[in-house]
């Protein structure tokens, strides 16, 4: 099964910005959510910004007003622009597509899952 492709982590200064894109190759359906993951130690694996098929978004309550999701420039892409990060942002984000419900994410146990790109934010 192809695994999405995220590129663009890297380090960044509090304040400052990254883009996240993710491509999914192989099978994908327009219907299919994609979204950004993130799981800091510690914590529960957090949904952080999803996009559905038609559009509709999901941003947790922490990167709401930071981060911007959109797809394109194909169906299969999906673009996450990272503003004002936080050292709190520091962790691996994950790309997962798939089939999803009311809450414009794909469901974890069925989507498929990227390897992940680190994002450190640090002075």
């Known amino acids: 099964q192809e695994k999405p492709v995220e590129s663009g982590g890297g380090l960044v200064q509090p304040g400052g910005s990254l883009t996240l894109s993710c491509e999914v190759p192989?099978?994908?359906?327009?219907?299919?959510?994609i979204g950004w993951f993130r799981h800091v130690p510690g914590k529960e694996r957090e949904g952080v910004s999803c996009?559905?098929?038609?559009?509709?978004?999901y941003y947790a309550k922490a990167v709401k007003d930071r981060f911007s999701i959109s797809r394109g420039p194909t169906k299969n892409t999906a673009v996450l622009q990272m503003n004002n990060l936080k050292p709190e942002d520091t962790t691996i984000y994950y790309c997962?597509?798939?089939?999803?419900?009311?809450?414009?994410?794909?469901?974890?146990?069925?989507?498929?899952w990227g390897q992940g790109t680190p994002v450190i934010v640090s002075a």
């Open positions: 997962a597509a798939g089939m999803g419900g009311a809450t414009k994410c794909p469901y974890p146990s069925l989507a498929k």
């Open positions: 996009i559905s098929g038609s559009g509709g978004t």
């Open positions: 192989g099978e994908f359906r327009d219907y299919y959510d």
